[in-house]
């Protein structure tokens, strides 16, 4: 490829400048949208990496079943021996109970219903690891045995977000009828249900739901240092079914590594953006048949041209190169301002989302999007420019030369 | 614009046959996105508010105040409904009947597997038949409940498969809920609806014995059937009304809901609608680009006739006889294209939707093309083919008969 084939397909673009034009256009409008697309998905993918590396693989949780978001169904929990008798199987380090109840939030006169926690102080490490290093944002921790504090999600510090009013450390706020000081909250977790949680000590909520004493919808647990935490989960899940007089594929609960929840959850994100990004392709598809019909009629155009480059002793390869150049660079610059607005678009989708609690959605640039997307498009342009081109190079001189 | 400019123009695009085609296609191929997409979304939208839809329009439901999705309808809301409730509802002027409703989570088992899911009672006395009635309950084998039955349930059509417990369950057969034995007395008729065909039906009576000991002082759902469905609204509101005075709640502090299922349905469809609007979009993209296309063909396509709208004017041809001519070739280009999309999209809708139905054995995997989707597909492509044409054919039409006849090719 030489540098004057280069310089004469670019001169021919230019000659047809409205018609490049348009076709990098289409092409741009495609590699946009999946640049977006794309990012959004990556992000997605680190923050559940992200997550799953800060809280290690050593970790484990047991859950009731039952209907709705779960834990929060009643009829279904374990009590304070499941959780004791779990404790001292081979391999658990330790195991944290925790409660879950949804109960009436009142502040300053206005109502909400949100998910409330309680647990024992034991828990504030355990969390702080399953939840990538996310502690205290303001205040401190409730301590054991403490009654009437509490600590909000996030959310709460903010006007209009869950309350009208902010809630501020030392405010007081209802719960289910009773008062409770606000010694701390929580950092951002990046989802609007989890920002908007409530958390008390588990002597607390003992005393407020007298009934639901010992029942825990929820329980946390860590493995010893290098015990394999996928074989454990098994192991609880045996012998806890057989305590609980339940036969195999009968269980009340499951048992989970946090790393296989968060890789389902990861998993189901990617299978959606994965479909978005499909649909966004056919566009792609479109556009390469637009770079086709612009070179087809440019093939057309030239044909006389071709004749004159033929019967000087260009050769067929030669022909081929200079459309394919031509081609493959309305590729390339549709594929580089489409990732700019791609960039912009994704930035604007990142503001939008974080301003509506889920700032987990969080694209990611890396490198390799950016190169993959300029090679995609450079690949469907010159791709789409390959037919159109073998044509123009098959002409016979002297039928070209005699072409009106 | 008339006969002589229209074949005209097709006579153009056959002279540029490759061309018109790869232009077609482009936007065919957007057009069969759109309406695959759009007629999938359709279909599977029906087929999901279907399975709400089965509620009459004049009934209504109460339900105290609570986080949502947290255990079954009314399971931990810090205030429940009182039982007394529905009697006090019931004397509130425009209502046949209000009754309460208890619903227990639990587990089922039959055939040596379990299941979780939700038992709902069937009130008892003379508001049973009221309650069959509204809900149109039948069965399909076996009878319903009667009073006093304390350990027979009725159970929904999807338990006659082999889905939920492995082999069907029949009339006669005991199960095992929340570990106390149950016999089937009778199979409901096939609703459509996953809500009803898998819900298990137990006398009141009972369910609050066995599941509450005996306390049924908290109530889960109170269900209303109003006299006129035209005066549901006002009825709601004398309702609220009377709940403010009862449960002692100001005006816009109500620690309840009343709520019609047509808000439900409403609530849902909106989402639904949303993503499928998302969707949309982003297929709409590829038909914007086959606009792109279009433009592209028609302004190449006047540079290449400059010299024939240079004969055409100074022969007597007006701009806008012209401008007609461009105008036509881009709107039919957009208009064929948009024809055989629609016939592809239709046909890739209902394969995939087949497809998807043996592939993952759901019904709600629906297509659903109406005609307006269809209609609106094809004017959609004729307004994209004619817009995009719009610059080029005003270009042409402005062309100086006498430079045009000039320029060289």
């Known amino acids: 490829m030489k540098s004057d084939e280069i310089t004469y397909a670019l001169k021919n673009l230019m000659h047809r400048r409205l018609r490049s034009f348009l076709s990098v256009v289409s092409i741009l409008i495609g590699i946009t949208a999946i640049f977006a697309l794309i990012s959004f998905g990556l992000g997605i993918q680190n923050y559940v990496t992200e997550l799953g590396e800060e809280a290690g693989t050593d970790k484990l949780y047991i859950q009731a079943k039952g209907i709705g978001v779960p834990g929060t169904d009643e009829n279904f929990f374990f009590t304070r021996s499941d959780i004791e008798f779990v404790d001292k199987i081979k391999g658990v380090r330790k195991i944290v109970g925790m409660y879950v109840s949804t109960p009436e939030i009142k502040f300053d006169g206005e109502i909400e219903y949100r998910f409330l926690a309680g647990w024992n102080a034991d828990m504030h490490e355990f969390i702080n690891e399953l939840f990538g290093g996310i502690g205290i944002d303001k205040g401190r921790h409730f301590k054991d045995g403490e009654l009437d504090a509490v600590v909000l999600g996030y959310n709460y510090q903010f006007e209009d977000k869950i309350f009208k009013r902010k809630v501020r450390l030392g405010d007081k706020i209802s719960i289910d009828g009773k008062e409770f000081e606000v010694v701390g909250f929580y950092e951002e977790v990046g989802n609007a249900q989890d920002d908007s949680n409530i958390y008390i000590s588990d002597d607390a909520f003992e005393i407020m739901y007298p009934k639901k004493k010992d029942k825990f919808g929820y329980a946390m647990l860590q493995a010893d240092a290098g015990v394999e935490p996928g074989g454990l989960a098994e192991k609880i899940e045996d012998k806890l079914r057989k305590r609980r007089g339940q036969e195999e594929g009968k269980e009340d609960f499951f048992v989970q590594t946090f790393e296989d929840a968060l890789e389902i959850f990861g998993n189901i994100f990617t299978i959606i953006n994965g479909v978005l990004v499909l649909i966004a392709l056919v566009s792609l598809v479109v556009a390469a048949v637009n770079i086709m019909n612009t070179m087809y009629t440019a093939v057309i155009e030239r044909t006389k041209e071709i004749g004159v480059m033929k019967s000087i002793g260009a050769k067929n390869t030669d022909i081929l190169t200079v459309f394919m150049i031509e081609s493959g660079f309305l590729g390339t610059v549709g594929g580089i301002v489409g990732i700019i607005f791609g960039y912009i678009i994704s930035k604007i989708g990142e503001y939008a989302a974080a301003a509506g609690g889920y700032s987990f959605l969080k694209p990611v640039f890396p490198w390799y999007l950016t190169a993959g997307c300029i090679l995609f498009a450079f690949v469907v342009g010159a791709g789409s420019g390959f037919l159109p081109a073998l044509q123009a190079s098959k002409l016979k001189p002297v039928d070209a030369l005699r072409y009106e | ?409």
Do not use: C
């Open chain 2, 1 to 409: 614009m008339n006969i002589e400019h229209f074949r005209l123009s097709v006579d153009n695009l056959k002279d540029r046959k490759l061309r018109s085609w790869l232009t077609m296609l482009g936007i065919f191929i957007g057009i069969a996105a759109v309406i695959s997409l759009i007629g999938l979304g359709e279909g599977l939208r029906s087929a999901i508010v279907g399975q709400f839809g089965f509620l009459g329009t004049d009934v209504l439901s109460i339900q105290a105040s609570g986080y949502d999705l947290a255990g079954p309808p009314g399971q931990g809301a810090p205030n429940p409904l009182s039982d007394d409730l529905a009697e006090k509802i019931e004397s509130v002027r425009g209502i046949e009947a209000a009754f309460n409703r208890y619903i227990e989570s639990g587990t089922m088992e039959f055939n040596d597997r379990l299941q979780i899911g939700f038992a709902g009672s069937i009130p008892e006395g003379e508001n049973r038949k009221i309650f069959e009635e509204m809900l149109n309950l039948n069965v399909q084998k076996g009878r319903m409940l009667k009073d006093g039955e304390n350990s027979r349930i009725v159970l929904g059509s999807d338990f006659t498969g082999d889905e939920i417990f492995g082999k069907p369950i029949k009339v006669g057969n005991r199960v095992i809920i929340n570990d106390l034995k149950f016999e089937v007395v009778g199979i409901l008729e096939k609703k459509g609806s996953f809500l009803f065909d898998s819900i298990i039906l137990i006398n009141e009576g009972a369910l609050i014995e066995k599941f509450r000991d005996g306390d049924g002082s908290e109530v889960n759902i109170i269900a209303v059937k109003v006299e006129n469905e035209n005066e549901i609204k006002l009825v709601a509101e004398s309702i609220e009304k009377l709940l403010r005075k009862e449960r002692d709640v100001d005006k816009g502090e109500e620690d309840f809901e009343v709520s019609t299922p047509q808000q439900a349905l409403d609530s849902l469809n909106s989402v639904l609608f949303g993503i499928q609007l998302f969707v949309t979009i982003i297929a709409v993209i590829s038909l914007l680009v086959g606009g792109i296309g279009i433009m592209n063909t028609m302004y190449t396509s006047v540079v290449e006739r400059t010299k024939e709208i240079g004969i055409m004017k100074s022969i007597g041809a007006k701009n806008s006889t012209i401008f007609s001519l461009f105008f036509i070739e881009s709107g039919l280009l957009g208009m064929v294209g948009g024809t055989i999309g629609i016939i592809i999209g239709v046909t890739v809708a209902y394969g995939s939707a087949a497809l998807g139905r043996i592939a993952l054995g759901s019904e709600l995997i629906q297509a659903e093309i109406s005609l307006t989707l269809i209609i609106g597909a094809l004017i959609f492509s004729f307004v994209i083919g004619t817009f995009f044409g719009v610059l080029p054919a005003i270009q042409a039409s402005k062309l100086q008969p006498v430079e045009s006849l000039r320029s060289v090719q």
